[in-house]
């Protein structure tokens, strides 16, 4: 009987460190380019190696039907191949990363082309991203905003218990780690002045996030039910969506974000799939009252996943870990997320992201942006060296981090990081 690929008895040939994030339990996927001039086209991770899927397709060793799905610049079409393709193609690279199958082991000349060396490769925009919606999903996040602009007493506006709030965002950039940040510019209008003004963003922040990558389309003016969106799903990123507090605190009313949002969204480079998440499902927070029926969930569709925040301040040579939470919190999921976005009608596309929300936890050092850890600025985080933030500055890197822990091994997301350049 083979194995299941999330089977955690499985050890791939290729060494692979109990710390790191990519065993053969994961496999993410991802876009790559390496020396030899090569295109950019489609690549796993396994251990500190890429396994390039397009030399394994050149030598027979995996089909998925399609010739251009992995020579292709990103993941668009492969993901367009569907569920059962998915897998299928999942379970035979587990097969030929197997420590006993000799296919690839001990194939001397396409192991040396098949697998590449992680520091020799630049990692791309694994998706053309087709939309962008962000959504407004943690209840402790939602709640310590809501405290800090309204009070507690209204913390929560009424209809945040029963939907997804989410507003549409900017395909246009989105962009993969790495990517250094404009500090962007807009409108500004401080507490007391009279008039706004134009300027650089003063109150930068980040959220910590994670992106839902949808793999299959909806029709227009359809609905979808759990199991369906579910399996729409591809995988998921680590997303940071950079906010410009202030812009944004002007400009919201009465229609919502705009140009404090749409200046820059990082996420990871590697995909973790829907599959290898399952063994770290779980059953999410009670929702009270309870969704309408459309909402409502049999299946636990939140997962036990860790994520940390990093963050280097310019004069610093380390980050320094300032957040800590887990995306087991989230109050509506990914699942659900999907089903109200599509509920009106509207159609998704292939490589449509869903950004989570903000991430953040019932403790104080569990919170998932600045605002919320410096407490709108009111209470400085104390950095390494007597360095103080309130929001980010010039030359600051903000680094996150997410991995699943297995028993011996872990199923992680990589690292998307972002460093901020001064407004133009």
């Not at 490769?121 to 996040?141: Q, R, W």
């Not at 900017?170 to 993969?176: E, G, I, L, N, Q």
């Not at 009608?345 to 490589?351: D, E, L, R, S, V």
Request: charged share 20%.
């Amino acid at each position: 009987m083979v194995p299941h690929p999330n089977d955690p008895s499985l050890y791939s040939f290729v060494p692979v460190d109990p710390t790191s994030d990519f065993p053969i339990q994961n496999l993410p996927y991802g876009v790559f380019s390496s020396g030899g001039g090569l295109a950019p086209r489609v690549g796993v991770a396994i251990g500190d190696f890429v396994l390039d899927l397009w030399e394994l397709e050149q030598d027979g060793r995996l089909n998925v039907g399609d010739l251009g799905a992995f020579s292709a610049p990103t993941l668009n079409p492969f993901m367009a191949l569907g569920p059962k393709l998915w897998s299928h193609t999942r379970a035979r690279i587990s097969e030929l990363l197997r420590h006993d199958n000799p296919e690839l082991r001990d194939n001397e000349e396409l192991r040396k082309l098949a697998l590449v060396p992680m520091a020799q490769v630049k990692l791309h925009m694994p998706i053309a991203v087709s939309g962008y919606t962000d959504f407004y999903s943690s209840k402790e996040h939602a709640t310590n905003v809501g405290v800090m602009f309204r009070g507690k007493d209204n913390a929560l506006q009424r209809n945040w218990l029963h939907m997804p709030i989410g507003y549409n965002g900017r395909a246009s950039t989105v962009v993969v780690s790495g990517t250094k940040v404009r500090r962007p510019r807009g409108q500004l209008k401080p507490p007391g002045a009279e008039l706004p003004s134009f300027g650089a963003c003063r109150r930068l922040d980040f959220e910590l996030e994670m992106g839902v990558v949808i793999g299959q389309p909806s029709p227009m003016g359809e609905m979808l039910d759990e199991v369906s969106a579910a399996e729409m799903i591809f995988g998921f990123v680590l997303l940071n969506d950079w906010s410009a507090r202030d812009i944004q605190q002007w400009e919201y009313v009465p229609l919502g974000p705009f140009q404090g949002k749409a200046f820059a969204t990082s996420i990871s480079p590697w995909i973790v799939t829907r599959e290898a998440l399952e063994p770290f499902r779980v059953q999410g927070p009670a929702q009270d009252p309870a969704p309408l029926p459309y909402l409502q969930q049999v299946q636990p569709n939140n997962y036990d996943l860790q994520l940390d925040v990093g963050l280097r301040a310019a004069p610093m040579k380390e980050s320094m870990r300032i957040c800590r939470t887990n995306f087991k919190y989230m109050y509506w999921s990914s699942v659900q997320q999907l089903v109200h976005h599509a509920s009106s009608g509207c159609a998704m596309n292939i490589g449509d992201l869903l950004g989570s929300g903000t991430i953040s936890g019932p403790e104080k050092d569990q919170r998932g942006s600045l605002l919320e850890i410096s407490w709108n600025g009111t209470e400085p985080v104390e950095l390494s060296g007597g360095i103080k933030r309130t929001f980010l500055e010039d030359g600051d890197s903000l680094s996150l981090h997410g991995w699943c822990q297995g028993d011996g091994y872990r199923v992680g997301f990589g690292e998307v990081e972002g460093t901020i350049l001064p407004a133009q």
